[in-house]
Nanobody, 120 residues
Framework: QVQLVESGGGLVQPGGSLRLSCATS????????MGWYRQAPGKERELVAA????????NYADFVKGRFTISRDNAKNTVYLQMGSLKPEDTAVYYC?????????????WGQGTQVTVSS
């Protein structure tokens, strides 16, 4: 059974930092592109950052470039999102995603999400 479990969310003041973790099990972690998405109330889920299976490439949404860093540890089957210079508009539920392309299309797994609230 595939599991993705996020942790590290919470309440932080504007300008602060948080580190999210997503621990996975039940999948061949090193075969999956890993991503972080977020969804704010009343808005659609959006990609925040993604990292290739071996960590050789990563990409970021424009709204987090220079503030967030995605990384992965394939030995620990875990992906991280280091968030800095947080803004109130970063408030959302953050979801971990594992994606692998197959001949039949993409295979996606999701975590349950972790709440990040940026407020003074």
């Amino acid at each position: 059974q595939v599991q993705l479990v996020e942790s590290g969310g919470g309440l932080v003041q504007p300008g602060g930092s948080l580190r999210l973790s997503c621990a996975t099990s039940g999948l061949t972690f090193s075969s999956y592109t890993m991503g972080w998405y977020r969804q704010a109330p009343g808005k659609e889920r959006e990609l925040v950052a993604a990292i290739a299976s071996a960590g050789e490439r990563s990409n970021y949404a424009d709204f987090v470039k220079g503030r967030f860093t995605i990384s992965r540890d394939n030995a620990k089957n875990t992906v991280y999102l280091q968030m800095g210079s947080l803004k109130p508009e970063d408030t959302a539920v953050y979801y971990c995603n594992a994606r692998r392309l197959t001949p039949w299309g993409p295979r996606d797994y999701w975590g349950q999400g972790t709440q990040v609230t940026v407020s003074s």
